[in-house]
């Protein structure tokens, strides 16, 4: 029982933030720093004498074990993108101390702070033929220097995978423990978890490529262009996994207008691109929309996770879960 005022999320003062990091970096004075996003994690804006940054203050999930590994990734694909014509990433701003973060002290514990350079370029929306054509060879160039990355994991610190454990199995437990294990939604949940789960085990006996992946390429994370180039960032779910999952999320990019023949044909100039960089199968192709599936489960998971200290649950009701029970009724996994 707590019998102190206890936060499980709080925000962090912009005077604050300016208090405790600017001693921090060598980036020239602060003046500004602005609350810019809310998202699984908090985003300011920060201006100085010498530019825009961009400065992230994880949630109190992420552990330092974790920020690491995201930031040794960046490292690793900085190196090997330099030379690279259709690709770039979001870099971050080391500290004076040579560090990549900062542990900040919050009402709920403990948060790392990242200081990212700001992105400049325009966000394609990838609507025509040429941009998909060029988005596609700019994540298979992400996926190749992907393939060049071997991080040896800190003692005790074990990465998740994006399998169907962390796909499908985890959000199951979630959902159910929200909505209640007597819900009369909960057995058609637990069939349509199994049917998804099973279908895509059989797909992936075929095998599938399976390596580390960006985790989050859903288009706002990967859609910055700067002429020729893409660059991607927000990489705190990179670990390995199906790379058809990767592309599933650029597939099921909602702001793609049109009608059916429409978005294939954008799909189609995204697979080429794709393709004159590097293979990818019939197989990894003919994944992808279970892997979208699984991807909306996940999502749906993810409501849940944030609920209790993040949004509130009532906009997460009935409507909520029936709106995903409509969506996954409609996959036609479960007869």
């Known amino acids: 029982m707590f019998n102190q005022p206890t936060a499980l999320r709080s925000v962090l003062s912009p005077a604050y933030l300016q208090w405790a990091l600017q001693a921090h970096y060598d980036i020239g004075t602060w003046e500004e720093c602005l609350f810019w996003l809310r998202g699984l994690n908090d985003t300011y804006r920060v201006r100085t004498s010498n530019g825009t940054f961009i400065l992230r203050i994880y949630r109190t999930e992420v552990t330092e074990a974790d920020v690491r590994y995201e930031l040794d990734v960046l490292t690793t694909l900085k190196e090997s993108l330099k030379n690279h014509a259709h690709t770039g990433i979001g870099d971050f701003v080391s500290t004076t101390e040579q560090s990549g973060y900062i542990m900040l002290d919050a009402a709920e514990g403990k948060r790392a702070a990242v200081m990212f350079q700001y992105i400049e370029g325009v966000e394609n929306n990838l609507e025509d033929e040429a941009s998909c054509y060029a988005f596609g060879q700019s994540a298979a160039e992400l996926h190749e220097a992907m393939d060049q990355i071997k991080l040896e994991l800190e003692p005790g610190f074990s990465r998740f995978e994006l399998n169907t454990t962390f796909l499908i199995d985890e959000p199951l437990e979630r959902i159910v423990r929200y909505i209640g294990e007597s819900h009369e939604e909960v057995i058609f949940l637990q069939t349509f978890a199994a049917m998804l789960k099973e279908q895509i085990l059989v797909v992936s006996g075929a095998g599938l490529e399976y390596a580390l992946c960006h985790g989050d390429m859903h288009g706002n994370n ?16 990179a670990a390995p996994g199906w790379r058809a999952y990767d592309l599933a999320q650029v597939k099921i990019r909602k702001r793609q207008s049109g009608d059916s023949e429409q978005k294939q044909q954008l799909w189609d100039a995204l697979m080429k691109g794709y393709r004159s960089v590097r293979r990818f199968t019939d197989a990894d192709e003919q994944a992808i929309d279970l892997l979208a599936i699984a991807r909306r489960f996940w999502v ?4 849940v996770a944030f609920i209790e200290s993040d949004m509130g649950a009532l906009d997460y009701g009935a409507d909520w879960l029936n709106d995903f029970i409509e969506e996954f009724r409609e996959t036609g996994l479960v007869k």
């Not at 859609?223 to 927000?234: C, E, G, P, R, S």
């Not at 749906?300 to 409501?303: E, I, R, Y």
């Open 300 to 303: 749906m998971g993810l409501d």
């Open 222 to 237: 990967n859609v910055f262009q700067q002429q020729d180039k893409f660059i991607h960032y927000d990489f705190e779910w």
